[in-house]
């Protein structure tokens, strides 16, 4: 998990803005996406979850051909 340090700004006595360090910004955007990476590949597996598989013997085999 990353440590953030927020400043929060307001306007008109509502709170409207965060402020980051740009590092943490960073680190930040950085999780996002690792996280979006995850969920494709989640997504991915579970799509192909049916399709057909060959073991990599086979392919060593067939790319020998």
Known sequence: MVAIHPNILE???QRAFVVL??????MMEEELQQF???????EAKVEEADAPTMSLDA????LEL
């Open 21 to 26: 360090s740009y590092e943490e910004f960073l």
């Open 59 to 62: 392919v060593q085999n067939e």
């Open 11 to 13: 306007r008109d006595g």
């Open 36 to 42: 979006e990476d995850l969920k494709r590949l989640r």
